[in-house]
């Protein structure tokens, strides 16, 4: 993959929700669910430090 340049978009809780919401309409159960919602608290925290 050289010569590609990948970019890094940190979670968000908007984005944690998607996720959620959609695995709960689709009766998926991966864990994913569980470790987007951590990393948007994560990112969330670290943001209110900063400000």
Do not use: C, L, W, Y
């Not at 968000?12 to 159960?29: G, P, V």
């Amino acid at each position: 993959m050289s010569g590609v340049e990948k970019t890094i978009i940190p979670m968000t809780k908007e984005a944690a929700a998607r996720i959620q919401s959609d695995a709960a309409r689709n009766h998926k159960e991966t864990g994913f669910e569980a470790r987007a919602q951590a990393a948007a608290d994560k990112n969330a925290n670290e943001v209110a430090k900063e400000g």
